[in-house]
Each structure stands twice: as C-alpha cells, then as structure tokens.
C-alpha cells in the first residue's frame, strides 16, 4: 500500500482548493481522487428517533477521507453488531472536498538536476480533506432513549480514529416538537 503522508503536514486550515477548469491550460488539478467512504448514511432511513447525538469538533482542523472511513466503519460496527440494522441512523455529516497537494523534492547527492524547484510549484494532488471548523457536526447518530449508552460508546469508538478529541452532544428531539 502506498505510504500515506503524516498528518501533522496538513493539519492547518487553508483556502480549500477544489477548481477544476474546463480548459487544461488552466486546470492545475489534473485529478481528484475518489473519497473513500463508501456510505454517508446507514441504518433505517424512514424510522423517526426519539434522541439524537451529535459527535462535534473541539477545534478547526482538516480529516482524511481515510480518518473519516475508519471512524464511520468502528462505530457503525459497533452499533450493527449491539443493536442490529434498524435501530438506528447513522449519518456522516461532512464531506471531503479539498485538494491536498505535494511538490516533492528530491534530496541527496545530484539531485538538484532532477527537482525544478519553484517553477510549476503547485503540486500533485496526493489525497483529499474536510474541513472543520470548531463546533461543527462531523456524525450524526439517531436512537431511542434505551439505546444511549451504546451510542455514545460508538462516538467515543469513532473519536478515537480521528486526529482530535471530540465532543457528544445529546439532544432530546421529542422537546423540540
């Protein structure tokens, strides 16, 4: 498998690029490539829950598609194997739409012929982000009142994949209405 680049290179918030121009001359992003998550809703679609706990970002940050994946595949495990596939609605709340880039330079002994240095400096796309901002819903997870203590263990399973803490929010949906 192709080594991922640490995280810490891309943890900082910056302008999402996510152009692609109609014309080539123009489109520095040649490619973008496919998030890897591959369902943004599971459980029952149609079925009305009585709570709803939200898995919020403590401070900005940008999260993989792969972070995100990972976190969607241990909680949704979590509550497929306790609770079954109609007790439930998970939703993931964000989307990865910004271009993460590298413009890698060679290093050692006659390298400098081979890198162009900051001539058409804009990089290759390497993968692709979401960005957070600090309170934002990253999951959303739908139950009835019985089932709390294992929605909230599934939070805290998903937490632990992603790169910073996290907090839960419940929210009774029968007060609202």
């Known amino acids: 498998m192709a080594k991922v680049r640490r995280w810490i290179a891309y943890r900082r918030l910056e302008r999402p690029y996510t152009r692609k121009s109609k014309y080539s001359g ?32 403590n401070i900005p940050i940008q999260i993989r598609d792969l972070c995100l994946e990972s976190a969607r595949q241990a909680s949704n495990r979590h509550l497929e194997m306790t609770l079954g596939a109609t007790n439930y609605r998970y939703v993931v709340r964000v989307y990865p739409h910004h271009h993460l880039r590298e413009n890698p330079l060679a290093a050692g002994a006659g390298a ?21 901002k600090k309170g934002q819903a990253i999951f959303e997870l739908n139950i009835n009142k019985e089932h709390l203590p294992v929605a909230k263990e599934a939070l805290r399973r998903a937490t632990c994949k992603l790169p910073k803490s996290c907090t839960v929010e419940v929210i009774d949906m029968k007060k609202k209405v």
């Open 112 to 132: 400098d012929r081979m890198s162009t240095g900051m001539k058409m400096s804009f990089g290759k796309v390497i993968g692709i982000a979401a960005q957070i």
């Open 26 to 57: 123009k489109s520095f992003v040649r490619s973008t490539p496919t998030p890897k998550i591959a369902r943004y809703v599971m459980g029952e679609h149609r079925k009305h829950f009585g709570y709803k706990l939200l898995l919020r970002s």
